[in-house]
């Protein structure tokens, strides 16, 4: 049956309309329910004494002062924690040749980064604890640091894992079609050197857990701010010898993601594992100094890279060489080697060329381990394409939009591969480069940007096109192994009142996930979406799922509650045929009514329908279904991902005499196939676009030679502020995916992948009338000095 979406004169039509959030009220009446709220009886408090040392033997630990402090319970050694605990090691068996070694809750020997826990203090409260914690010696002896990326696989350099016998955790080499010979003939070679630099996400709420070990029952129950209860059901069960069907995972409200919390993290299996120990509730919160040494960071990545062009512009051959380091372990169970995988997937994107070579490197450091953060690898490979390509565009003399017109996939040209053996249903990047071009005058900003360059002001246009992976398939991680679901589901209930319940395995994330559902299921029903309770993050009563990572909540989340809905629809309208004696192809449902199908005439509440089935059935036909609650599930798979696309731009200026950037504009239009609720699409975006833009010119992890982390607060790392932002104008382009009912992809990273490149480009652009160039994010006032030459290295 074909839908037809988006049709404002279609009865029960919410998809495509802005609806407000249903949890909305509740939250901005301060009424949110997050894991530090939570208290149980005989609850108790953990703290962590993390190493200050990068590396370090464990010699030795003293708890007994520790012990006196009032409050204090026990102190748990990781050689404690591992005998009700078995290490984990983060491998995927599809990306060859990856190793890591196993890694323990709480430290066993040796401590592999400042911030690792080596020992753990339980009291009665979160300040006993901390001073207890203050009290442990624990006696280390240092050893060699290894913090370079460039130089760790060098033969003087110390092997930080011996059994691994090297540092190397992960290498990959793509080629497509004939490199050398392509640069050899190209008309020009553009060559250039990029770094991103390693940063966090810093959510509104730290990491957070609660756990309570009930021995009489055999159950553990896990409140936790996590982006993936089902895979935390998983993971918890297996590494504490729990029977899955004895963990329960509930994630309630949480004050942001972005990525950090879709791991497993030491601290937080620990406190699991405390709390089996010790049969009572134990609850971590970090606090926001933790959070800097133990969150995972990301970005930390060196890149050389060229691109060969065609006197006409044309884009015959792209050569990456990227190198990332991960910290001291692969993080479980998705991997740190996923980024640079990333890197080698997207790079190119847009355009079709034939001749490819990307590798990437990934090594080990004494530092906090890295993985997976909003747009995973995204903004590294669009800056280093839309840099390349920019570049290429000013040694022809050519406007950067032109030739990327020139390059980028016909939109009618899908469905195509690109070079690096990416599969691509349909995208539209001509569709949207127009509509950018519409959206923000691009001649008429040329014109003023030539006429403010005689004045002496510097002002750049930059453009970034790119793709986005969401609706990961079981190619993501299924095929190598990981216990992370692909699949998401959903069930609908009518309640005897006539309202639905849904029940999802998508969580809520501050993102809007309630309001999308709820919207999705209150079409497929029938009923407006004030009637749709919409239940998320309890691994004891939602349908197994994946979570929300990847933008995959709409694309699929939201297809498997569309298709429950619509069961649930067929369900009530086969009672209400019997009830109504007729056919059930003239019935319809509509705004909670049983309604006749051609004329829209009302003829039975739901109300009504649910009393009968609830409490009279004896009154329905023997045999006569009646089963008011449906459950679909759904994963994609004719591609591996559903790919996202759009552009960007960015107008700022540059004060060539302080090295500051003022964001003036900024503009992105993007395609996320059908789009459910365009405000909260919009919201996704801006968000994304702001912490893009906190990478390009604001955050950035320091650490000295002996792997101490030199500005791990508030105070010392600069994230992007309302009043640094500019105006954002957000626009779309829809091309529904054939995968699905619904035709959703994903939003969530669109804005964090393309806005540095925007930026890197228009600050480039300011420039280069200057000679100068600057491809080392963050572009900080130092780094724009030393690019026109004022500040010496």
């Keep these: ?293 133990t969150d995972i960071h990301a970005r930390d990545h060196e890149i050389e890279a060229r691109i060969a062009v065609e006197e006409d512009g044309s884009i015959t051959a792209m050569d990456i060489d990227d190198w990332t380091a991960i910290g001291a372990y692969s993080v479980y169970p998705r991997t740190s080697a996923i980024e640079g995988n990333q890197v080698v997937n997207l790079c190119g994107g847009p355009y079709d060329f034939k001749n490819y070579r990307a590798q990437t490197t990934v090594v080990f450091q004494n530092k906090t381990p890295t993985c997976q953060y909003r747009a995973v690898g995204h903004p590294i490979a669009v800056a280093i394409t839309e840099g390349l390509v920019d570049q290429a565009a000013a040694e022809l003399g050519m406007d950067p939009v032109e030739i990327r017109r020139r390059n980028m996939f016909r939109d009618d040209a899908y469905p195509v591969t690109s070079p690096a053996n990416m599969r691509f249903e349909g995208l539209s990047h001509h569709a949207s480069m127009n509509k950018l071009m519409e959206l923000m005058d691009y001649d008429g900003l040329r014109a003023e940007q030539a006429e403010l360059r005689k004045a002496g002001i510097h002002r750049g246009i930059g453009i970034a096109s790119f793709i986005e992976l969401t609706n990961p398939s079981p190619f993501m991680y299924g095929i190598g192994g990981a216990r992370i679901s692909a699949q998401d589901g959903c069930t609908v209930r009518m309640d005897p009142d006539g309202s639905v319940v849904a029940l999802s395995g998508v969580t809520e994330q501050g993102q809007g996930t309630e309001a999308m559902l709820s919207q999705i299921v209150a079409e497929g029903v029938g009923v407006s979406p004030d009637k749709v309770r919409v239940i998320t993050g309890d691994t004891q009563v939602t349908p197994y799922g994946g979570g929300t990572w990847a933008s995959r909540g709409a694309g699929i989340g939201g297809e498997a509650a569309l298709q429950s809905a619509r069961a649930l629809r067929e369900s009530i309208l086969t009672v209400a045929a019997a009830m109504l004696q007729t056919e059930q192809s003239r019935l319809d449902i509509r705004d909670g009514q049983v309604v006749d199908a051609a004329t829209g005439e009302s003829r039975m509440p739901l109300e009504e329908l649910g009393r009968i089935v609830y409490f009279r059935g004896d009154t329905l036909p023997k045999g006569l279904p009646r089963e008011l609650v449906q459950t679909r599930h759904f994963i994609t798979s004719d591609y591996p991902f559903a790919f996202t696309n759009g552009v960007q731009a960015s107008y700022l200026e540059v004060d060539i005499e302080t090295g500051v950037v003022k964001l003036l504009k900024h503009w992105c239009v993007e395609d996320c196939g059908r789009i459910i609720n365009p405000q909260l699409v919009d919201e996704q975006i801006r968000g994304g676009i702001v912490q893009g833009l906190g990478g390009a010119l604001f955050e950035e992890i320091h650490y000295d030679a002996d792997g101490q982390l030199l500005n791990g607060s508030m105070a010392d790392y600069l994230v992007p502020m309302a009043a640094e932002m500019p105006d954002m104008v957000v626009g779309h382009v829809e091309t529904p995916t054939k995968e699905s009912l619904l035709g959703a992809k994903g939003a969530g990273e669109a804005g964090t992948a393309g806005a540095p490149a925007a930026v890197m480009n228009a600050i480039n652009d300011a420039l280069r009338p200057r000679g100068a160039q600057v491809t080392e994010m963050p572009f900080t006032p130092e780094r724009i000095l030393r690019a026109l030459g004022v500040l010496e290295d």
Aim: charged fraction near 25%; glycine fraction near 6%; hydrophobic fraction near 45%.
């Design 1 to 293: 049956m074909t839908i037809e979406f988006g049709n404002p004169d279609r009865p029960n039509s919410y998809i495509g309309k802005t609806v407000p959030r249903p949890n909305a009220g509740r939250l901005v009446q301060g009424r949110g329910r997050y894991v530090d709220d939570i208290v149980l009886p005989r609850m108790v408090h953990v703290a962590f004494v993390r190493s200050p040392f990068a590396h370090a033997r464990i010699a030795g630990i003293d708890a007994n002062e520790a012990k006196s402090v009032k409050g204090v319970l026990r102190v748990f050694t990781g050689q404690d924690i591992a005998e009700v605990c078995t290490p984990w090691v983060a491998v995927l068996a599809h990306l060859k040749g990856l190793k890591s070694p196993p890694e323990y809750p709480i430290a066993v020997d040796r401590a592999c980064w400042v911030g690792e826990p080596v020992a753990a203090v339980v009291a009665t409260s979160r300040a006993a604890a901390e001073d207890g914690a203050a009290l442990i010696d624990v006696d280390y002896d240092p050893l060699p640091v290894v913090t370079d990326m460039m130089s760790a696989l060098d033969a003087e350099t110390p092997v930080l894992h011996e059994d691994m016998g090297d540092n190397l955790a992960f290498r990959r080499l793509h080629e497509a079609g004939d490199i050398e010979a392509a640069f050899k003939s190209a008309h020009k070679v553009v060559s250039t050197r990029f770094r991103t630099a390693r940063h966090t996400g810093v959510t509104l709420e730290p990491r957070s857990i609660l756990v309570d070990w009930n021995p009489a029952e055999g159950q553990l129950t896990a409140y936790h701010a996590t982006q993936a209860p089902h895979m935390m059901q998983t993971v918890l069960a297996e590494h504490l010898s729990v029977p899955e069907s004895r963990v329960r995972v509930i994630c309630g409200d949480v004050g942001g993601s972005y990525g950090i919390k879709v791991h497993v993290y030491p601290d937080e299996v620990a406190t699991a594992a405390i709390a089996k120990i010790m049969s009572r509730p134990v609850k971590f919160v970090a606090d926001r100094l933790e959070s800097f040494t």
